[in-house]
DNA sequence: CAAGTGATTTCAGTTTGTGCAATCACCGTA
DNA sequence: TACGGTGATTGCACAAACTGAAATCACTTG
């Protein structure tokens, strides 16, 4: 007989999700979480730096995939590079988990700290992309430029397909919010030069 | 004579700038930086919601002033709109204290909560942004892109603008950016369609 | 001059997070 | 079989972040 019931980790995710789903995140003790999990207090610390921690497991082998994905499209420009490494990613490790990540994105999306903690994990995808490219040969700023437009491309992506009715994969959604983006940031008769403090009304 | 000494606020938050930079935020407690200033640990909870909250006070005023710049761009696209919005308070608000600007960037920059709250302010920024955009007739999705996208630029620039050799102004750093992101977002060869402003890059 | 206001303080308490030592089933080895 | 090492878990003690409630008292207002 085993001394400890197995799958410590998952447990803890579990209980945190349904607690923090049930009650709030804030209104939810680590205490309580460790109890529902069949464990103390400390072990939960054991395995998550934080509170907030055991929200974001997955991270560390979405970036990892990501990055190799980015990696292999060798032959596309910086943005499109990132883009199709997102779409793969999406298939593989998202569209079939839709119900479970919208909860935990309910979960994220009704409390700041979560969200600011998720804002973090992205920056440092953000990071992760940029020094994909920069290894390409993208200069640190155009790197920069590209893997933020991508994320916030994928961004606008996440918000809709978490939406109660929607029915599009995320790929599709994906390769919309891009061509938006394009719309936006690309198409406009802008001058460089105004010649100081703008042609202002008022 | 006065019961306190004047300027709770003010002295909380430069006894925080000062023991960050020296001694790193995490090393740095609350206790401390109220008996720099001279008051107690209560009252910084007072004033602050938490403790990395006391190194983002100017963030209110910036937002408000950036919100009513955009509603006056009211003749430009989006995306212009905003950043046009940018240099001005870039201009009015930054430039003139670069030395404590980049002082705070800095500090930020060491410590890893620190820079979950800054994303979370700029998160909330971006989301005001969208919401000025909506409010003239951009669709939520296309405002949020925007607004994403202006940021985007912002960051860039921010981060060469407290570099230690740099000597650009920050409105010619985000110029600067944006024609970066113009051309990183825009110019790829898989739909080339430049109509417009012959000037292709590459 | 009495009453009210509001910034500050004191105090007691909860919660988060950490360091350290102890437990004890499991595993490999003699 | 015996034996020592490994590693996940635990208990305990403690710093530090935050919170609610009540008290203080210069200043303001009527």
Redesign the interface.
Known sequence: MPRWKPDAVERLQAAALELFDEQGFERTTVAEIARRAELTQRTFFNHFADKREVLFGMDAELRQELVREITAADA?????AVVCAMRVVADKMLESRRAVVTRRYAVIAAN?EL???E??KN?ALTEDIAAALHARGCDP??A???A??AM??Q??AM??WTRPGETRTLRDLLTE?VR???????????E???PD??A???
Not at 76 to 80: E, F, G, I, K, S
């Open positions: 596309l420009p910086p943005l499109d700041p969200q600011e903690r804002l973090g920056a700023t155009g920069f430029l590209a933020g437009a916030l491309a961004q606008a918000r809709e919010a938006s983006l394009r719309t936006t940031v690309g198409g406009e008769p802008a460089p030069s105004p403090s703008g202002g009304p008022s």
